[in-house]
């Protein structure tokens, strides 16, 4: 892996942390909206 530049080390680091955040968020709006399911289920 020579020959990469720091710019594309920094694009790629960046790119991989919105991946794993963007995943945090997916799972915490399904939480939601299994709680929200739970919910009507007691109606």
Do not use: F, H, P, W
Not at 3 to 29: A, C, F, N, T
């Amino acid at each position: 892996m020579t020959g990469i530049s720091d710019e594309s080390m920094l694009i790629y680091r960046e790119v991989k942390e919105i991946k794993i955040r963007y995943r945090q968020q997916k799972d915490e709006i399904q939480a939601r909206i299994d709680e929200l399911n739970k919910g009507k289920e007691r109606m």
